[in-house]
C-alpha cells in the first residue's frame, strides 16, 4: 500500500487571555515567537463572566492590530444569556474577526455540570444556530476522538457532532490525543456517519507530563503507556523527548492526508516553535514586535 504523499499543511496556533501584566508580556512573546511560522489564524479561548471575556476582546484586538494575524474569538455556552452571548459576537464582528470557535463551556469552578443560563443556549449546536442569526462567521465546533466524557459513547457523541454540523458549523477541531489511530478511526466513523467538513487534530505538545497526565484523565485522553515510560527516563531531555515525539505524530498525520494542524500552546511557544520548524515550515519577518 502506498501513503499519500507528503504536503506542506497550513497551521494555527491557541492562546488564552492574560490575566496580569506578567501574562500579557507572556502572550505578546508567544504571539511574536509563532507568528512568523504564517499560521492561517491564531484562536483566543475564553471564559465565562464579565472579566475573562474582557481580555479575551482585548487580547484579540491586540493580537489584529500590532501582530497583523487572523484571529479566531472562542465563544462558550456558560453563564451568559443569549443576547449576551451575540453582542460578544456583534464585537468580534466589529473587530474584524470572521472565525469563532463555539463550544458548550465546561461548567464554572465550584459547580460539577454544566447548567445553562436561564436565558442562555442549552449547548454547542444551539450557539451555532445563534451565531449564524448574527453574521455570517465561520464557525468550528469541538470533537472528540475518545468520546467527550459526559457521553455515554462514541456514537452518541459522533451523533452530537453532526447536530452541530448540521447547525451550521464548517470545520471542527479535536481534542487532542496521542495516538494516531485514534484520530483515523474517528475521523473514517464522521465521514461514515454523514460528516464531511474538514476535522483538524488538536496537538498538545508536553511542557509538563505530570500536569498533562492529570488534564488528560479530566478529558478522557488515552495516555500510553510507553509514554509514561519514556518521560519517566527522560530526565533533563524532556523537552527534546516532547518534541521528537509531536513532531513524530504530526508527520504521521501529515502522511495520512492531514492539511491543517492546530497547536494547543498554553502561551509557552517554544515547543510548538521547535516542532514545526521540526516539520519543515520556514519563518517571515513579524509585522511588529512591541508590546508597549
Known sequence: MTQ?????PSLSFEFFPPHDTDATLRLWRSVERLAPLGPDY???????GGTTRERTVSAIKTIKDRARLNVAGHLTCVGASREETQ??????????????VALRGDAPKGADRFVPHPDGYGNAAELVAGLREVGNFDIAVAAYPEGHPEAPDLNADIENLKRKIDAGATSAITQFFFENETFLRFRDACAA???LVPITPGILPIENFAKMVNFAARCQAHVPDWMHDAFRNAGDEADTLATAIATEQCDDLIREGVDHLHFY????????YNICRALGFGTVALASASVA
Open 4 to 8: 499519500n504523499p507528503k504536503q506542506t
Open 42 to 48: 491564531v484562536s483566543v479561548t475564553y471564559g465565562a
Open 87 to 100: 453582542e460578544v459576537a456583534r464585537t468580534y464582528a466589529r473587530l474584524g474577526v470572521r472565525r469563532i
Open 193 to 195: 456517519a454523514g460528516i
Open 265 to 272: 500552546t498554553l502561551n509557552n511557544p517554544d515547543l510548538t
